[in-house]
């Protein structure tokens, strides 16, 4: 698999908290994207970061991209009980841009 | 923002029989994709389509998946015969064409095979 195992995690918090969720990688990628997938629906993107950026932000959300030891982060300040879902990192590969998702972090925020 | 939409929402059918999963891709986009999710697991690729032709599929794409959007229509994915395997939540997704561009992705299709 293109993403570590350590990706798999559930997290519950209260709203308010911070919040940060890691991917790390084993095949290096120049693109990093993150996705949010509630419950019942499919995955939307949150944020896709290069591998010239070392952070992007968007909102509440920051990303960022370690090209030296292969992994990205999804940080949400300030979390709203409307922020719970599994969040997932993938990278798009090959010429067909198919993505290759990793295990996800649940994300529960309690309100 | 842009939707991608699917139809059925639900499909129970018997193993054996056949399926077509239908997607409405966002109108300006040219790549389109079928992902399989069985519950409480990673997302996986089934295949990608431009321009008519299959691009690229995984080894879960087996001989009885076929995809087409004839004539511009719903971009189908259909499975036949059906095995209790390909049992999953199957999302749709479409991209303006090149790699990096966002997929949007449907809320899917879940089929159940008996």
């Known amino acids: 698999s293109q993403w570590g195992e350590e990706n798999l995690q559930a997290l519950s918090i209260q709203e308010g908290e911070d919040v940060t969720m890691n991917c790390s990688y084993k095949?290096?990628?120049?693109?990093v994207q993150w996705y949010r997938q509630k419950s019942g629906k499919g995955p939307a993107q949150l944020i896709l970061?290069?591998?010239?950026?070392r952070e992007k932000r968007s909102g509440r959300l920051r990303a960022t991209l370690d090209t030296s030891s292969q992994s990205s982060s999804l940080s949400i300040t300030g979390t709203l009980a409307t922020d719970t879902a599994v969040y997932f990192c993938?990278?798009?590969?090959?010429?067909?841009?198919?993505?290759?998702f990793g295990l996800g972090t649940t994300l529960q925020v309690q309100p | 923002g842009p939707k991608v939409l699917q139809i059925p929402s639900h499909q129970i059918i018997d193993m054996g029989q056949m399926v077509t999963l239908n997607c409405d891709p966002v109108?300006?986009?040219?790549?389109f994709y079928w992902y399989k999710q069985i519950l409480g697991q990673q997302m996986e690729f089934l295949v990608n389509?431009?321009?008519?032709?299959?691009?690229?599929k995984s080894k879960l794409f087996k001989d009885q998946f076929s995809v087409e959007r004839p004539d511009g229509s719903y971009f189908t994915l259909k499975i036949q015969p059906t095995a209790l395997e390909d049992s999953a939540v199957y999302f749709c997704?479409?991209?303006?064409?090149?790699?990096?561009?966002?997929?949007?992705f449907g809320p899917g299709t879940r089929l159940t095979v008996l």
């Open positions: 997704a479409s991209s303006l064409p090149g790699i990096s561009y966002e997929q949007y």
């Open positions: 095949t290096y990628t120049t693109v």
């Open positions: 970061i290069r591998s010239n950026e």
């Open positions: 993938a990278s798009p590969t090959g010429n067909t841009g198919k993505l290759i």
């Open positions: 109108s300006n986009h040219l790549y």
């Open positions: 389509f431009y321009n008519g032709k299959v691009m690229e």
